[in-house]
């Protein structure tokens, strides 16, 4: 291969790029666990569970709260503090 002169941008994913993908994963696969309720509840009008909803709220109020103190991340030992101070639990 032959590198070419273009105009096309590239862009390289970083660490705060890194890490935010992965905690968009980890609070996917936590809401996965629970989201035959939303189904249930849009075929059938079955009411989702308070503790259900209260879960599903934490998960995503913790995700939200996650990327923005990744994105305002400095330095490495910032970003290593955000993601050693997790919590994901109810």
């Known amino acids: 291969p032959v590198m070419v002169d273009t105009n096309e941008r590239l862009v390289t ?5 890194n890490m935010i993908a992965q905690v968009k994963h980890t609070a996917g696969t936590l809401l996965a666990q629970s989201d035959w309720y939303v189904v249930r ?3 059938r009008e079955v009411a989702i569970p308070v503790d ?3 879960q599903r709220a934490n998960v ?3 995700s ?3 990327e923005v103190a990744i994105a305002a991340c400095a330095d490495v030992e910032a970003l290593i ?4 101070n997790q ?3 109810d």
Request: glycine share 4%; no cysteine.
């Open 13 to 17: 994913k970083g660490l705060k790029s």
């Open 41 to 43: 509840k849009a075929e």
């Open 52 to 54: 259900v909803v209260a």
């Open 60 to 62: 995503v109020a913790e």
């Open 64 to 66: 939200e709260r996650l």
């Open 81 to 84: 503090e955000v993601m050693n």
């Open 87 to 89: 919590n994901w639990s």
